[in-house]
């Protein structure tokens, strides 16, 4: 398993190590922040467009070689900027980079469920996500520290070693997990699948988990320096949720899988802990952030495993890949959404009007389709989550 903990760090470090030192690409402010947002819309809109593709791919020839796929085409599209070490080279990079992501994420997604029991999976997910959650916090710091020493192209050497050595690891110790039999599978079969409950809420949740974060990550540090905190004590914020979610993920996994939680008590639980941190975030001063940022944390680590454990166990074997590579593109929507919601309504109104409203709807939304009750059916389809 812990090639497939190394592949979740390596996606998150990818991620937020490079785009959290984008900044200082361009010395004009305008291009900077034209730069800027179109580098890191290449990444996540690989990642949206993608993700099903490949999650489908892996549940076809099976997931060991999307993974291994992903993970040389990662570190492929790194040394390719760290190479030729031309700005105009970085789109190019960075765009390989998501397409990458997007066959390696979902591939070890599927395979984390696929090589554990059923009563084993929410550790598993809450290990995998404990991993991803390291990789969140010590992007941005390794990402500056790197950059500092040797400029981008260090960075991107740096990420195509490690996404190489993950890549060999995973070839020489990852068991294969050949594709299963499927039954023929209409787009009308697909449709009805995605849209049944046992997917939504999950997925739902998930997406909201996220959302949160990126607020978290991108709006606590603007809070932080309105209450007159510095930039380090900013950075000690953020890495305040980052710690909480890694910490509680794991724990959070383990009682799933030893019937001390279940998925629908810890899934309210996450939703209305995560609300909370994000409504603390309108209140003034540093003990506002620091609340918010350790609840959100909190809320959100409950979430994550539960959420995909709920998904695996909901998902015949043979479509996992699919499954997981569909779920990842809601959490990517929830990713861009929360950060332009809050953004929205905060430029019409004030950043802790922004807060409110994701609060509102996180507590909401996914709460409405938690508690209330489908109608029963004969012969359901699909395992309702625990």
Known sequence: MWPLYAAGF???????????????LSE???????????????????????????????????????????????????????VADRPGWLWAARLGQG?????????????????????????????????KSIGYTLGPLL???????????????????????????????VPAVP?????????????????????????????????????GVGFLPVSGAAAG????ATGAAVSVLAASAAIVQPRAGRALDERRLSTRTGLLSGLLITATGLAAATLPGVAGVLLAAALIGIGTGLI????????????????????????ELGRELGDAGGPLLVAGVATASTLATGYAALAALLAA??????????????????????
């Open 229 to 232: 905190l510095g930039s380090v």
């Open 179 to 215: 594709p299963l039999p499927r039954r023929r599978q209409t787009l009308l079969d697909l449709a009805h699948r995605l849209s049944h409950r046992s997917f939504l809420v999950p997925t739902a949740a998930l997406a909201a988990a996220t959302a949160a974060l990126s607020v």
């Open 99 to 131: 397409a990458a992501a997007s066959a390696f994420s979902p591939s070890a997604s599927s395979m984390v469920a696929r090589l554990n029991p059923a009563a084993g999976r929410g550790r598993a997910f809450g290990s995998y996500g404990f991993y």
């Open 304 to 327: 994550t495993p539960l959420g995909f454990a709920a998904l695996a166990a909901s998902t015949p074997e043979e479509r996992m890949g699919q499954t997981m590579g569909s779920a």
């Open 365 to 386: 939304g996914p709460l409405l389709a938690l508690t209330v009750r489908p109608r029963r059916r004969a012969k359901p389809d699909h395992p309702e989550p625990a």
């Open 28 to 82: 004009d402010t305008v291009t900077s922040l034209l730069v800027l947002g179109g580098l890191l819309a290449l990444y996540d809109g690989a990642e949206v467009v993608l993700k099903p593709v490949f999650g489908t791919l892996a549940d076809r020839v099976g997931a060991k070689p999307v993974l291994l796929g992903g993970l040389i085409a990662f570190a492929g599209a790194s040394a390719l900027y760290a």
């Open 10 to 24: 390596t996606t998150a470090f990818g991620a937020h190590g490079i785009a959290a030192n984008l900044g200082g």
């Open 143 to 173: 990402g500056g520290v790197f950059v500092w020493a040797g400029g981008f192209r260090l960075l991107f050497t740096v990420m195509a070693i490690c996404a190489a050595a993950v890549a060999v690891s995973a070839a020489l110790v």
